[in-house]
Nanobody, 124 residues
Framework: QVQLVESGGGLVQAGGSLRLSCAASGRTVSNYVMGWFRQVPGKEREFVAAIGRSASNTYYADSVKGRFTISRDNAKNAVYLQMISLKPEDTAVYYC?????????????????WGQGTQVTVSS
């Protein structure tokens, strides 16, 4: 089983940037499709982005397309989420997740392993 730990969250002004990191241990992430999700209190956790095992395929939620970039470094056993042009509505707890399933996985239940989350707050 892989363990995931997110970092890089914080407070940023609208229009600013942040880079989230997800460090994996236990097993190599190269065996997993990796995803980022986010959750606001009182709302369901929502899909943000996913990246295939070889990083050749990436997918994004429409709300972040063109502003967020997911990447991975299998040699470092890490996954990243570069966020630019941040908006107040991007404020959420961001979670890293892993699945042995398909790159097309979008639902929370399709991911096997989750990190503890990192808070991102975008002020207006």
């Amino acid at each position: 089983q892989v363990q995931l730990v997110e970092s890089g969250g914080g407070l940023v002004q609208a229009g600013g940037s942040l880079r989230l990191s997800c460090a994996a241990s236990g097993r190599t992430v190269s065996n997993y499709v990796m995803g980022w999700f986010r959750q606001v209190p009182g709302k369901e956790r929502e899909f943000v982005a996913a990246i295939g095992r070889s990083a050749s395929n990436t997918y994004y939620a429409d709300s972040v397309k063109g502003r967020f970039t997911i990447s991975r470094d299998n040699a470092k056993n890490a996954v990243y989420l570069q966020m630019i042009s941040l908006k107040p509505e991007d404020t959420a707890v961001y979670y890293c997740a892993a699945t042995r399933g398909s790159i097309y996985a979008r639902r929370v239940g399709e991911y096997d392993t989750w990190g503890q989350g990192t808070q991102v707050t975008v002020s207006s």
